[in-house]
């Protein structure tokens, strides 16, 4: 079982930045794909971007590409998504995602306001 725990949401006008932290009680942190994904009420929940492991490969959304930048800190067994040039259209909960061996953990997410 990995338990996974967002921080870093909360409200920012557009155009400036928030960096969301999400870290994962897992001894096998360097195993697991992790990623970060958003949810609008009433809409499905999208990807925003993922590292897979091993290789650290990033994956982007296209609507975030250039202003997002997911990153990993193994000795803290934290992810990180920093997102810069905020738009009133990022605002959405995010989710922290974990994934290995056909299993799948998400976090309870955290609210990003973005106001224009």
């Known amino acids: 079982q990995v338990q996974l725990v967002e921080s870093g949401g909360g409200l920012v006008q557009a155009g400036g930045s928030l960096r969301l932290s999400c870290v994962a009680s897992?001894?096998?942190?360097?195993?697991?794909?992790m990623g970060w994904f958003r949810q609008i009420p009433g809409k499905q929940r999208e990807l925003v971007a993922t590292?897979?492991?091993?290789?650290?490969?990033?994956n982007y959304a296209d609507s975030v590409k250039g202003r997002f930048t997911i990153s990993r800190e193994y000795d803290k067994n934290t992810v990180y998504l920093q997102m810069d040039s905020l738009k009133h259209e990022d605002t959405a909960v995010y989710y922290c995602?974990?994934?290995?061996?056909?299993?799948?953990?998400w976090g309870q997410g955290t609210q990003v306001t973005v106001s224009s």
């Open positions: 590292m897979s492991t091993p290789g650290g490969i990033a």
């Open positions: 995602r974990a994934w290995r061996a056909g299993y799948e953990y």
């Open positions: 897992s001894s096998i942190f360097n195993l697991l794909g």
